[in-house]
């Protein structure tokens, strides 16, 4: 009986062939023949059921069969595949800490098995036959950075580890706001080049890096005060340096105002009952701004400005707006 091929294990290799591959079957018992498609390889019968063959060179795909005494076998499919080309990291290099996203740039990476950076395997992504995205792994020095496809090994980029020093955080601006967060609040300090997170205390925190010295963070929602903390490369900034302190604020409800009424004058001086007042930078009459001084976080105290009708009486804090109450000029 004519040997037969089920399956090849791998199914592709290089072009410079020398790999190993499985040919699993039958009837292989006196092969006296491996081809891959014209092309001889050295071969070994392992079993009647499995032969090991050592690709020969080659180029795109070729028709693998077993010749025994009994016959040719039927044939499948060999692709080979040429070595990846590396010709671009960005960035190249990073912290001796690793974690540095590191985008590989060049082709044949369909398929790709492994990147290393020296001896390191590093986590990768293969966006497409020309770019992978890396995750640079702890090291130190300059090594080499390589792509391993069925095809090979790419030829190799140098990326360097740098030691670069932690970001250090002097001043926020401000330094309250809502609880419900979506303020904007600048970040002050040195080092902040290549900012990787921004964080309220555990929460992640969207943001821009304006220059070496400024970042621009959207607060997300907290409660309490939190400490702000910029990671970029070089680490994290530390907490013992600076004013990195945020406190999130209830919005101000009032409860009530002592007198509610006034003359149409003004002049009047208002008790504004409450909670979370502490904070209290506008006292309104409608549109018009009042003189205040807030006395405690239940206490305002409020001079009416001039006015007429019934004016909506608000109190705001970086906590929001509160509700209003009226007041009534006569």
Known sequence: MAPVISALNPTQGPAAGGNQVTISGSAFTGATAVRFGTNSATFGVVSNSSITAVAPPGSGAVTVRVTSPSGTSN?????????????????????????????????????????HFGAASA???????????????????????????????SNSITYTYVTAPAPV???????????????????LGAGLTGTTAVHFAAQTAGYVAVSDNEITATAPAGTGTAVVTVTTPGGTSSTSIGNPYYTYLPQPVLTSLAPNTGPTTGGTDITINGTALTYTDKVLFGATLANFAAISDTIVVATAPPGTGTAPLTVHTPGGTSNSLPFTYQ
Do not use: E, M, R
């Open 75 to 115: 044939g499948l499919t060999y692709t080979y595949v040429p070595a990846p080309v590396l010709s671009g990291l960005v960035p190249g290099q990073g912290p001796t800490s690793g974690g540095t996203q590191v985008v590989l740039t060049g082709t044949g990476f369909t398929g790709a098995t492994s990147v």
């Open 123 to 153: 986590a990768f992504t293969v966006n497409n036959d020309t770019q992978i995205t890396a995750t640079a792994p702890a090291g130190s020095g300059s090594v080499a950075v390589t792509v391993t496809t069925p095809g090979g090994t």
């Open 169 to 187: 955080l002097i001043d926020l601006d401000p330094h309250f706001g809502p609880n419900g967060g979506g303020n904007s609040v600048t970040i």
